[in-house]
């Protein structure tokens, strides 16, 4: 038998002392994806958790923090929903600024920041997205937000099926599509992981007789529904009010309707499950593209990607795109789009109104970007 | 003792003549399944004007003075609804072939701008624009001229509006000089 030479003992112990030491670092890396981002919502807010509505999801991954705000006079209720797809963060902003400025002297707001909190514990593999935002506040503070992944954690929904059959229509999609929070309402109380965060959502539409919600999300510039409200039936005359003031506003914003055969969606299911008027929002993001370049912190929150001006030049994107899309713009869009709808409630549920007082406006947001709306929080992070 | 059958022809004469009184002056459809005709409705409300509304009109429903085609492609829309552009064109042709047929003035219009042009919308507007006897079109919609050349031949009056709000003061001028009164 042959000895080996001393020195390949060496470079194997080498190598596998490296592989542990690479191993621990992206792990931890991993692993500090779970401590969940802090809020500081304004004054008045009560915090409950989803498992409230639906206990079996009481201590699991999926349970989330739910922000609650009753005002003194009675009127409706409205919920917004941020974090359905954690690589959308104009949505988990705009839903933040309501979260941290709002005043509420009618009818009651529910905020839910993170919609899919098991989507913010990782990125999508392959992608080259950052793991995080961050903003600097006027104190000299940082806010920092995840930048997650559309689907739910693989360590939470695990294995994927080859096809999802949607529970309620029979509807069949890709496997993956299970782990995708807005292909699975109304949910399944015994389903997979997100199935059953679907569920409690619902629940909680239901419990709270939510009258109008809203799922906030961004698409890529060269996908049509984006810049757009998309609308079920009963929510649609409210959203037409609504687009013709945003225009008159100068924000144009494309209205569709929720088309009754694709299953499983906010703007669908809530609507069939509920007497909610539900609606979907989407503003263009280039880091959502399959067009874009380098994806990082940068892209997320400025948008700037000369593929994108290349495809604009050539008539390909459905959005204005002059060389950016700022996230200031993105969120003061869904800010400012929450707000018209909210006040025009009244209109088509009468008694049902409600007043939201301390909501930025469009221009404010724009010129002074979103950090000057959130609040500083301790540096230590909420578990 | 007056029979069944009486009595239930009576009531079926007083359900339609009570139908023929209620129904409006109006008809409001859509071409292309977009939710614009629900913004359409949208102004029409605020101008204090009733009218009946069915994105999927057929002739047979056709009863009033005024049709108005809100012309916009969405192919959510057209999913939402069931059909396909074909079966979507069809409807409208008859619709059109009918609403000539009892002198009914059609008002085409289209509110979404530039944005809601394109392959798909570009067919509904070639179906319905030759066919109207006014139209509304918002800023950008026209930029390439399609509204007026499709009625070139016929010299139909092409109203303008900056926005779909603006579109109120063309429909108030419109719907008055064929007289319904607006607020």
Not at chain 1, 191 to 204: H, Y
Not at chain 2, 160 to 178: C, D, F, R, T, Y
Request: glycine content about 8%; hydrophobic content about 45%.
């Amino acid at each position: 038998m042959m000895r080996q030479p001393a020195a390949s003992w060496k470079t194997a112990i080498l190598l596998l002392l490296l592989s542990l030491f690479v191993a621990f670092v992206a792990a931890r890396d991993f692993r500090v994806m779970n401590a969940p981002d802090v809020f500081a919502p304004a004054e008045g807010f009560a915090r409950k958790m989803l498992s409230e509505y639906f206990p079996p999801l009481k201590g699991t991954t999926a349970d989330t923090p739910v922000f609650i705000r009753e005002g003194k006079e009675p009127g409706g209720t409205v919920l917004i929903l941020g974090g359905t797809h954690p690589v959308e963060s104009a949505g988990i902003l705009a839903a933040t600024l309501f979260l941290e400025n709002a005043s509420v002297p009618r009818g009651r707001l529910i905020v839910i920041p993170n919609a899919n909190a098991m989507a913010l514990t990782h990125n999508s593999p392959q992608e080259g997205h950052p793991q995080r935002i961050h903003f600097a506040l006027k104190d000299g503070s940082t806010r920092v937000f995840r930048y997650g992944s559309r689907a739910t954690n693989f360590t939470d929904e695990w294995p994927f099926p080859e096809i999802y059959v949607h529970p309620a229509s029979g509807q069949k999609l890709s496997g993956k599509e299970r782990s995708n929070l807005n292909r699975c309402y109304p949910g399944v109380p015994d389903g997979s992981m997100t199935e059953r965060l679907a569920f409690a959502i619902v629940e909680l539409i239901r419990k709270e007789k939510v009258d109008l919600a809203f799922d906030l999300h961004e698409a890529s510039p060269e996908y049509p529904v984006v810049n757009a409200i998309v609308a079920h039936e009963r929510s649609m005359e409210l959203a037409a009010i609504v687009t013709m003031e945003l225009e008159g506003l100068g924000i144009p914003i494309r209205l569709e309707p929720s088309p009754k055969n694709l299953r499983g969606l906010s703007h669908r299911e809530w609507g069939d499950s509920t007497d909610v008027l539900p609606i979907l929002m989407e503003t263009g993001n280039p880091s959502q593209g399959r067009l874009r370049g380098r994806t990082d912190e940068r892209l997320v929150l400025t948008g700037e990607d000369k593929a994108y001006v290349k495809a604009a030049a050539l008539g390909r994107l459905f959005i204005p795109y002059e060389g950016n899309q700022l996230i200031a713009y993105r969120v003061a869009r869904h800010v400012t789009a929450i707000r018209v709808f909210v006040e025009n409630l009244e209109m088509v549920r009468p008694g049902k109104g409600v007043t939201l007082e301390g909501i930025p406006q469009y221009e404010e947001i724009l010129k002074q970007g979103v950090e000057a709306f959130l609040k500083p929080v301790p540096k230590k992070r909420e578990v | 003792m007056v029979s069944v059958r009486k009595v239930f022809v009576a009531v079926c004469v007083l359900l339609c003549f009570a139908g023929a009184s209620f129904a409006a002056d109006i008809a409001l459809t859509s071409a292309g399944q977009s939710p614009d005709a629900m913004m359409v409705r949208v102004v029409l409300k605020k101008l204090g004007v009733e009218a009946d509304s069915d994105p999927l009109m057929k002739p047979e429903g056709l009863t009033q003075k005024i049709l108005i085609v809100v012309i916009g492609g969405s192919s959510k829309g057209l999913g939402a609804a069931g059909i396909d552009k074909d079966q979507e064109i069809a409807r409208l042709s008859a619709l059109l072939k009918a609403a000539a047929g009892k002198n009914v003035k059609i008002l085409a219009m289209h509110v979404g701008g530039e944005g809601r042009r394109g392959k798909l919308s570009d067919e509904f507007i070639t179906a319905v624009a030759p066919a109207a006897d006014k139209l509304v079109v918002v800023e950008g919609g026209n930029a390439d001229g399609i509204f007026t050349n499709l009625t070139k031949e016929k010299k139909t009056p092409i109203h303008g509006a900056p926005n779909v709000s603006g579109v109120a003061a063309p429909l108030k001028e419109i719907l008055a000089e064929w007289g319904i009164p607006a607020k």
